[in-house]
């Protein structure tokens, strides 16, 4: 298995912008550890199981806040995985922290559980913009967490940055990044602020109190971060996050490259997909139903009545702490569970209809940001999980994926990355190789200097600024 997300939903207070679930009363931790060792056990172990016995590459801990937990029950989490999971070869063990929230006590307490990675929400250090978007922490508290995180003798760690801001100057920007690049950070993380409408900003925005930042505005910030890192020797290699080389996170590209993982925790999703890496029968078109050719001549493409050879299911645990709590106890999450992740091991494809039942999509469902997934809510168009295994308990919601839905989110993943797509992986792993219209449009891109000349298929710095519009246009 490549990995394992926990959602440790534990804030000191809710930011302006964050649209992610969280809670602010510390007093449920204890309680909910009990749940989450609940959920690590509730995986079916043995040799019928994908996970257990399969060596586990990233743990990532994020949130809400990981580092509201107190190190007693960070150390009981860790206990529950070691005993339950192969983690002895992990190559990257992240926890998110905030500044206010880390000591080098702490700090070294966690790096002895095995942490190796930290990923710190700085966001800026202007006074006036922490303000506006509500975070707990001050400048000289950021510069004290950074400081720490050195004592605590990590090599490897990240911080993350918000540009786009109302208001926001390219002096403040270049302040921030100076700041940061005092501290020789491995990786960093630029995020444009985006509005969320179940927010405080989303709120004001709606009331006419506050006014977004211009387009022109962002793309020249988010320009100025790249050139700025570039020029010492932190490179974009994903549309957010840059790294030094050797440096880059692992546990995202698994979210990136449709990697089986387990998401564990309130609000956390999980992928598994029985036939991630094998060949699919290759269609000739990637829309379904009929894509027009060259001049207009129909072509065959993934019609609804047409099996497939492979589906993948994600899953999401309820964004409620007290609701997670009782289907992380449950027996029937349990035997849902079991059922899934050992009984889809000796299914085969095609044995159930093409619609399976029990299986809604869930649009609304959460999706970290940091995954660059989006939350697809379409049905599966061919056979893959059987409804009996698909149909979830109280509380958990699932959705069946298509190779035509899992074809579209690798594109966008996909050019999101400085590695690209390939062509050739769309065809072999997921049966669709790329119309002649979408053909056309990359030969477009690659003309204006938004894509790179040769396969795979890459965005160029241009074609970063105006990603978004790529990518629609090639899944349109």
Known sequence: MSGIYLHIPFCKQACSYCDFYFVTRDGLIPEFVDALVQEITAVPAGDGSPFPGDPVRTLYLGGGTPSRLPLSQFERIFDALNRHFD????????????????????LSGVRESGVTRLSMGIQSF???????MHRAHSAPVAHRALENVARA???????????????QTDAQLLDDLDRLLAYDPPHL???????????RLGKQAELGRLKPADDETVVRQSRLIRDVLSANGIHQYEISNYARPGHEAEHNSAYWSHENYLGLGPAAHSFYWPGAGLEAVPRTGMKGEQQ??????????????????????RWYQPADIH?????????????????????????????TSATPSGCPASPEAKIPADSGLPASSGFSTGSGFPAAFTAPPDGLETEQLSLQSLVGERVMTGLRTRGGVNPDELASRYGHPLTPSQRRHIA?????GLMEPEDPLRLTDAGYDLADAIILRLLD
């Open 87 to 106: 983690i002895s070869g992990l190559t990257e063990c992240t926890v998110e922290v905030n500044p206010e929230d880390v000591t080098t006590e702490w």
């Open 126 to 132: 202007q006074p006036e913009l922490l303000e506006f």
């Open 153 to 167: 003798g990590y090599t490897s760690f990240s911080v993350d940055l918000i540009y786009g801001c109302p208001g």
């Open 189 to 199: 993380s630029a995020y444009s602020l985006t509005i969320e409408p179940r927010t």
């Open 292 to 313: 027009p050719g060259m001049e207009g001549v129909p072509q065959p493409g993934l019609k609804k009545e047409q099996k497939v050879e492979s589906q993948a299911l």
């Open 323 to 351: 609701a997670y709590g009782r289907l992380a106890r449950s027996d029937s999450y349990r035997t849902w569970l079991d059922r899934v992740l050992s009984g889809a091991q000796g299914y085969r494809s095609g044995e």
């Open 444 to 448: 477009e891109f690659r003309k204006r």
